[in-house]
């Protein structure tokens, strides 16, 4: 993984505990890396193995070490928005999920969600709230892109979004609705408060909400 997509993935972290969006720095992005990979079990389990007859005995092998970690390959949009994913899957799929996250008689599963380093990319937090059947009954997402135009397409030709004007000129509204015509789900798309040339992926600020379909 490139140094821009490590960043990434340490700032959808960061944004994955909730809140407000919030610009970090360096130092900032670099410890998150560390303390959101401490999590894996795979890793905790490569720093404190189990005694045998090899590892307990003095003479052992000192210079033999785990195999070092490869991280999970970031997401796409497409993979993600889906309905048919499971709680296992979420599970496997990321090294540090929030649970606990009731609504409606609804459990969330938060995750930090980096789909890449392009301009079309997003970095945020992302939910999956399953039902008592255990599907995905709302997803939800909050965060930054550099450029809305991705999202649009997949909830455009997938999901059915549509244009709605606002008197509002700083903001962008998509729904959808069911079959009996109430909103089945929207997205928000402001431009960030401020916007930095050096920051080119948070330009616009990013708000989804999308029920299951029908």
């Not at 045998?52 to 796409?76: H, I, Y």
């Not at 939800?140 to 397409?153: E, H, K």
């Amino acid at each position: 993984m490139g140094f821009k997509k490590t960043l990434l993935y340490a700032g959808g972290l960061m944004l994955a505990t909730g809140g407000p969006i919030t610009l970090f720095s360096g130092a900032d992005l670099v410890g998150g890396i560390k303390r959101s990979w401490s999590w894996h079990p795979a890793a905790t389990a490569a720093a404190f193995p189990q005694p045998t007859s090899e590892t307990s005995s003095p003479l052992a092998d000192a210079s033999s070490k785990p195999a070092a970690l490869d991280p999970l390959p970031l997401p796409s949009l497409s993979e993600v928005l889906r309905f048919d994913v499971t709680v296992e899957w979420v599970m496997q799929r990321w090294p540090r999920v929030s649970t606990g996250l009731p609504c409606l008689q609804l459990q969330g599963y938060r995750v930090p969600l980096v789909t890449g380093t392009t301009m079309t990319d997003l970095a945020g937090s992302l939910t999956y709230y399953f039902n008592a059947q255990q599907q995905v009954e709302r997803i939800t997402f909050r965060g930054t892109t550099g450029n809305p135009s991705a999202l649009v397409t997949i909830l455009a030709g997938q999901y059915r979004f549509v244009r709605r004007l606002t008197n509002d000129p700083g903001l962008v509204l998509y729904e959808t609705v069911d079959a009996s015509n109430r909103q089945a789900g929207k997205v928000t798309i402001r431009s960030a408060k401020v916007i930095r040339a050096d920051q080119p992926y948070s330009r616009f600020e990013v708000d989804l909400v999308m029920d299951r379909p029908e």
